[in-house]
């Protein structure tokens, strides 16, 4: 595993699809944070992060595509399937180097809130008299980074399997980008209503599975700094379920 982990990295930094994605994500990251907190005299971290998972719709797919189609497309699959490693340690590697860059995107975006903490530390010695909270508050923001995290990594997992069913990285790219938007957008059905007020889904078990299927309703109690363990083995779960799903493909083609 450790020897496909270190040559996806690789490939990462050789083409430029990594810098490519880091670049994308820190800018567009900085310029949410700046809108959202800064400009709008907030230290409510909230909408940021709900903003920058929608932008995941697009940058989850530029981290996803390549890994197994581009094994296809460059005729090395083979190569791959009959390489000493498992069909696991194969899809593992894979799935890490994606895991890897991305997680280091979010930590690095982190320092967008620097500005947050000097701002409300100013705000906090220039008034003496107030009792409330001035600054970001750090347990919120905490939340909200595991969070997105753990949401991404599910994602991940998904656009690796997607990649590995598609023949090229284009087809996948597409793909992936319809599958992580229905995911992500799945909880606004629930909140769609009639000219008098009335939801547009009325039926209450339709309504219930959507909203526990939903990916973005189960990230709202991270926003507010409460640890949603529940959330945490949903994420866990569709992660494995998807990943299993890519070692059964690819064991399929090896001794299909």
């Given amino acids: 595993m450790l020897a496909i982990y270190r040559k996806e990295m690789r490939s990462y930094f050789i083409n430029p699809i990594g810098y490519i994605y ?42 996803t595509m390549r890994l197994f189609a581009e094994e296809r497309k460059l005729r090395t699959e083979q190569l791959l399937l009959t390489a000493p490693v498992t069909i696991t340690g194969m899809v593992l590697g894979k799935y890490f180097a994606a895991l890897t860059l991305y997680v280091s995107g979010i930590l690095i975006s982190c320092i967008n809130f620097v500005p947050l903490y000097i701002i409300g530390h100013a705000e906090s010695n220039g008034n003496t008299y107030s009792q409330t909270h001035i600054g970001p508050i750090t347990g919120e923001i905490v939340g909200s980074v595991i969070a997105v995290i753990l949401l991404g990594a599910a994602l991940i997992a998904i656009g690796t399997l997607i990649s590995a ?86 064991e399929k083609r090896r001794w299909g």
């Fill in 22 to 63: 880091l670049g994308v994500f820190l800018v567009f990251s900085a310029l949410l944070c700046c809108y959202t907190t800064i400009i709008s005299s907030s230290y409510d971290t909230a909408p940021y992060f709900t903003y920058l998972i929608l932008t995941f719709i697009i940058l989850i797919p530029i981290l």
């Fill in 165 to 250: 069913l598609t023949e090229n990285q284009l087809s996948a790219a597409v793909i992936t980008i319809g599958v992580v938007a229905l995911m992500l957008l799945l909880n606004v059905f629930n909140a769609l209503t009639d000219k008098n007020g009335q939801p547009l889904i009325d039926s209450y078990p339709i309504r219930f599975v959507l909203s526990w299927v939903s990916i973005m309703g189960r990230f709202a109690a991270f926003t507010n700094g409460f640890f949603d363990y529940a959330a945490l083995l949903y994420y866990a779960s569709l992660a494995f379920i998807f990943l299993f799903l890519t070692v059964r493909v690819y």
